[in-house]
């Protein structure tokens, strides 16, 4: 039930936490967008407008990672924020 209730639940947090309530947003940056921990190098990226670009993207660190351009932790941290955003369009 609460896999059904994800996205709008992550939408309701987001909204709280852009109109300033604190316990919300300290709640969007541990989880939502906690801090790095891995390598401090991350490649420049462009701004993304859709979705279509940002399947695109997760196939572009998908082979950034095979060929050794990245780290498969900032792969993975990369990707699990592009299927955040997915999940927010």
Known sequence: MIARKTIPLAKKLRDLA??????????WFQHVAPSRRGGSDWPELPLIEDRAELRALRETVAEAAAKGAITASQAEALVRIV???MGML
């Open 18 to 27: 852009l109109a300033g309530d604190r316990s919300m947003l300290r709640l």
């Open 83 to 85: 299927n955040t955003v």
